[in-house]
């Protein structure tokens, strides 16, 4: 497709359980980022690709949460030993260029909802 | 740091009127970008519009307009003959160091007949 693809659309888990996000990018963008979004604290940016590096992590939570990316193309976010308050809805996006470029236009997939009961 | 400010929670209109929709930020930064964001129900992020901070012109696409005055720190959406469509969250963000996005919480926006 030419979108950003998000897998899977949505995830119930229990708690403790590890979980994969998975990401697959539009075709020929470098940049990819994960955001969080839930009810309490709005939209948050977590991790930001270049290529298949992660020159920032800033956002990640904790250490329960990591992400990589292969091939400069798909990106999985796994969530070890789930918690409730992760619970949300996990957004990805891409752009064309990422790092140093104002006009960075980010495309959205439609989002994994991760519950953790 | 980077902080967008959207006061209003909700907003109703009637179809075929205008509507503008506030967004303040703040930042050190001298180039930035501002962007503003559709999520209907569905939950997907729509891309709008996008303003540069020395953009001299103020964006448009389409129905969609972006005031844009900068010693005020705002970005304001206006969206002229709304449509019932046009019923949606609407996000204002803006790019940071790595380009990452910093959101704002967001206006509902409700379009009647």
């Known amino acids: 497709g030419a979108g950003v693809s998000q897998s899977p659309s949505n995830k119930v888990t229990e708690k403790g359980k590890d979980v994969e996000l998975r990401c697959d990018p539009i075709?020929?963008?470098?940049?990819l980022y994960w955001y969080r979004q839930s009810l309490g604290q709005g939209l948050e940016f977590l991790i930001y690709?270049?290529?298949?590096?992660?020159?920032?992590k800033s956002g990640l939570p904790s250490d329960r949460f990591s992400a990589e990316r292969t091939g400069g193309s798909v990106s999985t976010l796994t969530i070890q030993r789930t918690q409730q308050e992760d619970s949300a809805v996990y957004l990805c996006a891409s752009s064309l260029n990422g790092q140093g470029a104002v006009k960075n236009i980010q495309y959205f997939g439609a989002g994994t909802r991760l519950s953790v009961l | 740091a980077q902080k967008i400010t959207q006061t209003q929670p909700g907003m109703f209109v009637q179809e075929k009127e205008a509507v503008t929709l506030d967004c303040t930020y703040d930042?050190?930064?001298?180039?930035?970008?501002l962007f503003w964001y559709k999520q209907p129900s569905s939950g997907e992020m729509i891309f709008l519009i996008y303003?540069?901070?020395?953009?001299?012109q103020n964006a448009t696409e389409g129905r969609y307009s972006l005031n844009f005055q900068k010693a005020r720190k705002s970005a304001n959406l206006v969206i002229s003959a709304s449509q019932l469509g046009d019923s949606a969250m609407y996000f204002c963000a803006m790019s940071g160091g790595y380009s990452t996005l910093t959101f704002g919480k967001g206006t509902m926006l409700l379009v009647s007949p």
């Open positions: 075709s020929g963008h470098t940049a």
């Open positions: 690709f270049q290529g298949n590096s992660a020159p920032d």
């Open positions: 303003q540069g901070s020395y953009d001299e």
């Open positions: 930042t050190s930064d001298q180039s930035y970008g």
